[in-house]
């Protein structure tokens, strides 16, 4: 009983002292990785709103205050998630950023190039740009963040 109690006591002050085991990280959850990934959607909706000299006040304070929220949901989890699974998150976040931005553009130049001259029937077909394709579908969850818990 002496050897097993000796022994326990070695693990117990390895694991204390640092020494020996590392737990290994977790695996996020979806709502993690999807609060990453809207952390990526939304920091990069901020910028593209901020190089407009025209300010987008009311859009660009709720885009802030939705990255706080985020961030103080995901911040006290990430130094015990995998961190590879967050790094393809934040890197989906981003292609689909671009993409979407991208396909956005072009469809855009058509709705100018195709001689739509009344101003209504242009700005309807640019909102129809920005708000189609598969990288605005999976960027849609950011749109609003009832998923996240309280």
Request: aromatic letters at 6%; glycine letters at 8%; charged letters at 20%.
């Amino acid at each position: 009983m002496r050897v097993g109690g000796h022994i326990l006591f070695v693990l117990a002050s390895a694991v204390i002292a640092g020494e020996g085991w590392v737990a290994s990280p977790l695996q996020p959850s979806d709502i993690e990785l999807t609060a990453v990934y809207c952390i990526g959607v939304l920091k990069n909706r901020l910028a593209m709103l901020q190089e407009h000299s025209q300010p987008f006040t009311n859009l660009t304070d709720a885009l802030r205050s939705d990255l706080e929220r985020l961030g103080h949901f995901i911040g006290p989890r990430v130094g015990h998630l995998d961190t590879t699974h967050l790094a393809i998150a934040r890197r989906r976040a981003n292609d689909d950023f671009m993409s979407w931005h991208v396909e956005a553009a072009e469809c855009m130049q058509r709705c100018t190039n195709g001689g739509k001259s009344n101003s209504n029937t242009q700005r309807a077909c640019w909102m129809t740009c920005s708000q189609t394709g598969a990288p605005f579908e999976r960027m849609r969850i950011c749109s609003s963040l009832s998923w996240l818990p309280p």
